[in-house]
């Protein structure tokens, strides 16, 4: 089978990967502190020698190294020569700021800035978000809208009672005018983050650091809108559904070349 065949279907696989990640981008624009996420492509070319080039089945989620990909063809002369294919290195988050929206509400929080809150995720460790739309539950916690406790500084959840609850620009927290808590701003390397589902992310603890003071602050009665910028998202869609059709196209006109090879080439007239 032609390698162009191999290099088509691969192109047509990383643009409907790319595509997936657009969509889930659009699917998120009215999500509370979401940060969109961005696929970084590369390269991988092949050198002359067997076992060089991928298979369509492959995800080829990183780089490989010679002799790590399957031989797929027949014709060792077809391998005779480089080849590029691209790579979906991998997915990297945009942490830039969302903009922030007044709501009133004294329980919704926005991080202005660098840093994450902390939770209490459903297996009891720590999970960070950047969605401040906060409730009280039965227990008199500050808990995200699905339930997981708020943590402050010292990791421990922050019991307001019925209020009033004012939270300052430094992270205090007071209820009925007492001081009950600080709330804990936690950076993270983007890196080492990982979307877990329900707004929130998980990372190695030994990667925290303290943003207290740093650049921006909290603000009560305010969110932060998700930075996905739903116009961008949709031209780069279209962009990569033509270039989807057009893999496609180059995959059956490479099909119709074979069909024609194995039933017209070497026939005797």
Request: a negative charge; aromatic letters at 8%.
């Amino acid at each position: 089978m032609d390698s162009g065949f191999y290099a088509a279907v691969n192109g047509a696989r990383r643009a409907q990967m790319k595509l997936d990640v657009l969509a889930n981008n659009l699917a998120n624009v009215n999500t509370t502190g979401f940060k969109e996420d961005q696929l970084t492509f590369d390269s991988f070319m092949t050198s002359p020698g067997p076992e060089q080039f991928p298979l369509p089945t492959d995800n080829f989620m990183g780089l490989r190294g010679p002799y790590d990909i399957p031989f797929p063809f027949s014709n060792p002369a077809s391998n005779a020569y480089r080849m590029t294919y691209p790579v979906a290195f991998e997915t990297e988050m945009t942490m830039t700021q969302g903009p922030l929206r007044q709501t009133g509400n004294p329980l919704d929080v926005a991080i202005e800035g660098d840093g994450f809150f902390a939770v209490q995720g459903p297996d009891g460790e720590r999970r960070y978000t950047r969605d401040g739309a906060f409730e009280i539950d039965s227990l008199g916690q500050l808990v995200t809208k699905d339930g997981f406790p708020l943590l402050n500084a010292g990791g421990a959840p922050i019991v307001v009672g019925k209020g009033p609850v004012v939270i300052g620009e430094d992270g205090v927290v007071t209820s009925a005018g007492e001081q009950v808590g600080v709330l804990s701003r936690v950076g993270l390397p983007t890196e080492q983050l990982d979307k877990v589902g329900q707004n929130l992310y998980k990372a190695p603890q030994e990667y925290e650091t303290n943003l207290d003071g740093a650049r921006g602050g909290f603000h009560q009665g305010f969110l932060e809108d998700s930075n996905s910028n739903p116009i961008r998202s949709m031209t780069q869609m279209i962009e990569t559904q033509r270039a989807t059709e057009m893999y496609v196209k180059m995959i059956q006109s490479l099909d119709t070349l074979d069909e024609k090879a194995a039933n017209q080439v070497g026939r005797l007239e």
